[in-house]
């Protein structure tokens, strides 16, 4: 029987490294996909059982390298869609650049490594996959048209695999998850000072690695983390498109 193996992208900090701590807890061996090998061989060191595989999502040759060893695992019972990363500026003004980057990493990454994990999950009739989505999924806003509309993918993609999934009474499962304002290194790259954010708003990355592995173990398929966050997005899917547009738009010129 091969080892039981979780696949995690952006291992190297944040919310990955939160559930490479939290899954080789649980008695994983972990393959931990990042750019930074540095930060993945540390990391790999003070888990029982890792190994660090350097690849840059937003190209094809990295995707390539992850999909490989997604090929050439037949013990993969979790994959954690998780790297992911912001950008500032309105859609046209933004360098063209970094949005194509986005949509490689949220989106092409995405699809290609749920593909080649799910053959070989519903072949073998067990495993599961995580993609890590956002608050931002279920919403717009201006200065952020790529982030908000990416993870709206990464939330449809998730709940049409289920269908298909549950419609071949299979028992592999996804969840998107849609963590809100997490303390992570996200903002810090993105250049945006975290004390403009109000403090209720923010989650530790222990309680929303937390929230989706209870809700992966219920077999959830999205998952908000926090009771705030789940208020929130209750109130943007349950408003009227009217009112909800209203709310946008008096945001609008704070963002950009
Ligand atoms: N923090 C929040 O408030 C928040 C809220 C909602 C959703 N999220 C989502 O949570 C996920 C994790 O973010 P985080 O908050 O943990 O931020 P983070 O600490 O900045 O971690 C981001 C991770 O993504 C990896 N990554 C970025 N670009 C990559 C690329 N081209 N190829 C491979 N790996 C790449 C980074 O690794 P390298 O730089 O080493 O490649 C890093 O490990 C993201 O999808 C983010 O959108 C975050």
């Given at each position: 029987m091969p080892r039981k193996l979780a696949l995690i992208t952006?291992?190297?900090?944040g919310i990955g490294e939160t559930f490479a701590r939290k899954l080789a807890a649980r008695g994983y061996a972990l393959l931990l996909v990042a750019r930074r090998e540095d930060r993945l061989q540390r990391l790999a060191s003070e888990l029982p059982d890792a190994e660090a595989l350097a690849a840059d999502l937003s190209t094809s040759s990295g995707i390539s390298k992850v999909e490989n060893a997604i090929a050439s695992s037949p013990g993969l019972e979790l994959l954690v869609n998780n790297a992911g990363f912001g950008t500032l500026g309105r859609f046209w003004q933004a360098p063209l650049a970094g949005q194509q980057q986005m949509l490689d990493v949220h989106i092409t990454a995405i699809m290609r490594l749920t593909h080649a994990a799910l053959r070989g999950m519903t072949e073998r009739g067990r495993g599961a996959v995580i993609s890590v989505s956002s608050v931002a999924g279920f919403n717009q806003s201006a200065g952020n048209v790529m982030y908000c509309s990416s993870k709206a993918w990464i939330n449809s993609f998730t709940l049409g695999l289920d269908l298909e999934l549950r419609g071949l009474n299979s028992p592999v499962r996804v969840q998107a998850l849609c963590p809100g304002f997490t303390v992570t290194e996200f903002h810090d790259t993105l250049g945006v000072n975290p004390n403009l954010i109000p403090r209720w708003l923010w989650m530790t990355a222990d309680d929303v690695v937390e929230d989706s592995l209870r809700g992966l173990d219920r077999g959830d398929v999205i998952v908000v983390p926090g009771w705030k966050y789940k208020a929130i997005v209750a109130g943007m899917r349950f408003l009227p498109m009217s009112a909800l547009r209203r709310i946008q738009k008096l945001r609008r010129d704070r963002r950009v």
């Open positions: 952006g291992a190297s900090s």
